[in-house]
């Protein structure tokens, strides 16, 4: 059984750019979820997709977009980057039946 | 937006004693779990306890439940230097789009010395 995969590992980027980051759920997941996490701070949730729609939206502004692929697979796009979005992006995929969640290891942005 | 805090936000120990950790919420939940987070890595499932359960075990892991109170409590026995970590209380709550969110603490900073 492969995990929850993502990446790139690490990113660094500059404010007004655009980013993409990349999640693979676990076989046999069809939900996937997204959290922003500041140092210090506890995740926070973004959104979540479900057969390929967005089903569930955090407080986050529209320049933070998804996908989800007939695979379950899923990117995550930041637009306008700003120095508050530095943080850990954290992937989690996990099955309609069941609460938990799996997570990836998250990506670190940078934003200077 | 946080749904609650952890109590306390860091906790030093030494190896083979107890660590528990406290957690507080606002509002109604069809669940609660545990995560635990190395060093800024992806988060680890421990545990999940229902909102009709007052308490579970899962090896040295004991958490219970007060839904009258809007708490929580994870204690972890004879903790070890591997204990290390930072841990997550998470409220699960479906939304009315249909999906299931989790709702992180700030978490408890857990050191354990050998």
């Known amino acids: 059984e492969t995990g929850v995969t993502q990446s790139p590992t690490h990113l660094i980027k500059t404010r007004g750019q655009q980013v993409t980051l990349r999640c693979s759920s676990q076989?046999?997941?069809?939900?996937v979820s997204w959290y922003q996490q500041a140092l210090g701070q506890g995740p926070q949730f973004i959104f979540q997709?479900?057969?390929?729609?967005?089903?569930g939206r955090g407080n986050f502004p529209p320049r933070f977009s998804g996908l989800q692929f007939p695979n379950y697979s899923s990117e995550l796009n930041v637009n306008a980057l700003e120095l508050d979005d530095s943080a850990l992006y954290l992937c989690?995929?996990?099955?309609?039946?069941?609460?938990?969640?799996?997570f990836g290891p998250g990506t670190r942005l940078t934003v200077l | 937006s946080q749904q609650g805090e952890e109590d306390p936000q860091a906790l030093s120990i030494q190896e083979g004693e107890n660590a528990t950790m406290n957690c507080s919420y606002k509002?109604?939940?069809?669940?609660l779990q545990w995560y635990r987070q190395n060093s800024g890595r992806g988060l680890v499932h421990l545990i999940l306890?229902?909102?009709?359960?007052r308490e579970k075990h899962s090896g040295r892991l004991r958490v219970t439940l007060d839904t009258s109170k809007k708490s929580s409590s994870l204690l972890i026995t004879a903790s070890r230097a591997a204990d290390t970590a930072s841990y997550f209380c998470?409220?699960?709550?479906?939304?009315?789009?249909?999906?299931?969110?989790?709702?992180f603490g700030k978490g408890t900073k857990l050191s354990v010395i050998p």
């Open positions: 306890i229902r909102s009709n359960e």
């Open positions: 076989s046999g997941h069809n939900t």
């Open positions: 509002t109604s939940i069809n669940n």
């Open positions: 997709y479900y057969r390929e729609e967005e089903n």
């Open positions: 989690a995929s996990s099955s309609p039946l069941e609460y938990e969640q799996f």
């Open positions: 998470a409220t699960g709550a479906t939304s009315g789009a249909g999906s299931y969110q989790l709702t």
